[in-house]
Nanobody
Framework: QVQLVESGGGLVQAGGSLRLSCAAS????????MGWFRQAPGKEREFVAG????????YYADSVKGRFTISRDNAKKMVYLQMNSLKPEDTARYYC?????????????????WGQGTQVTVSS
């Protein structure tokens, strides 16, 4: 069982940066692949970035590649999403999710545990 709590969202101007954090509970956190998803108003939730539990392989959606960086600290049971060069189209609620599937998955259905999300708003 894993519980996830996101933080770090807020209002930022275009071109700015934010760092999202996801605090996890559970003994086996280090064995879960972690992902960040986002959902904008009126749109479906979409995959943003993922990091595997083994060797911390990362994968990004094309829309954020080169601007966002996902990382994890297993000792602290934390996952981070560093977001740079933010654009208005990055405005969404961002969710942290965990899956026991070994490889990084872009499918929401593969993730068993979800946080409540944190709102990111980018003004133009």
């Amino acid at each position: 069982q894993v519980q996830l709590v996101e933080s770090g969202g807020g209002l930022v101007q275009a071109g700015g940066s934010l760092r999202l954090s996801c605090a996890a509970s559970g003994r086996t956190f280090s064995t879960y692949t972690m992902g960040w998803f986002r959902q904008a108003p009126g749109k479906e939730r979409e995959f943003v970035a993922g990091i595997s539990w083994i060797v911390s392989t990362t994968y990004y959606a094309d829309s954020v590649k080169g601007r966002f960086t996902i990382s994890r600290d297993n000792a602290k049971k934390m996952v981070y999403l560093q977001m740079n060069s933010l654009k208005p189209e990055d405005t969404a609620r961002y969710y942290c999710a965990a899956t026991s599937v070994g490889a990084i998955s872009r499918r929401q259905s593969d993730y068993s545990y979800w946080g409540q999300g944190t709102q990111v708003t980018v003004s133009s």
